[in-house]
């Protein structure tokens, strides 16, 4: 195990509270396997069994929806140091229903749960459990953060709705967001050409100022 790596886990949510050799022996029981994935390549595929939990070590990988007519919708974007397809990996056959596709060049650790269970973890298991729980609890309030954001019917309502919750939640009304423009349009369930034409609109009438991902909230948006 590379030093470097056991840096990375030991600041991720997974690995929080845990010393260096106790991250080793959970990685050589769970089999952990570091892989690489270039910019659009799937990790893991909806309809199959998740190969394990995911840690991003570096690059991001979007969790994505495709529908049977080829839509797609951007549930979430895992940064490095964050974790995916952990509540999918410790349900043994459960078939996913996203795929985890790397949104740019990565590298990610996959962690076995089955190692996890053996009489010989007893004693590291536990803080490992706990915070999966935790993670977990924190996607189910991403989760509902979404629905949230796409209840409005409109374009406009639904940039209200994300831009106001991310200032709200970022103590500031300038922030960058982890979605390009196509990506935040398949995170809010729009087409992309309407959520630009909305945002040119917000622009001209002195809501916002927008250059990529950088945002301003100008005035409270009515």
């Not at 949104?103 to 650790?109: L, N, P, Q, W």
């Amino acid at each position: 195990m590379e030093e470097k790596f056991l840096d990375v886990l030991k600041n991720t949510a997974l690995f929080r509270n845990m010393a260096k050799e106790e991250i080793k022996m959970i990685l050589t029981q769970m089999g952990a396997v570091s892989r690489q994935y270039d910019k659009g390549e799937t990790i893991c595929r909806a309809g199959e069994c998740a190969p394990g939990v995911g840690v991003v070590l570096s690059g991001s990988v979007c969790i994505e929806n495709h529908d049977a007519w080829g839509n797609k919708t951007i549930l979430d974007r895992i940064q490095a140091g964050q974790v995916f397809a952990e509540s999918y990996a410790c349900v043994p056959g459960a078939l996913m229903m996203v795929s985890a596709v790397a949104a740019e060049k990565a590298e990610v650790f996959l962690l076995h749960t089955e190692g996890l269970f053996q009489p010989e973890m007893e004693h590291v298991a536990g803080p490992l459990i706990r915070n999966l729980l935790l993670i977990s609890a924190q996607k189910n309030l991403q989760l509902s953060r979404k629905i949230f954001y796409t209840a409005s019917k409109s374009i406009r309502g639904r940039l209200q709705l994300y831009l106001s919750d991310q200032a709200t939640r970022l103590g500031t009304r300038e922030f960058e967001i982890p979605f390009d423009r196509q990506q935040l349009a398949d995170y809010l369930g729009v087409d992309r050409s309407a959520l630009s034409h909305e945002l040119g609109k917000m622009q001209k009438e002195g809501l916002l100022q927008v250059r990529k991902n950088y945002f301003c909230i100008l005035e409270e948006a009515q």
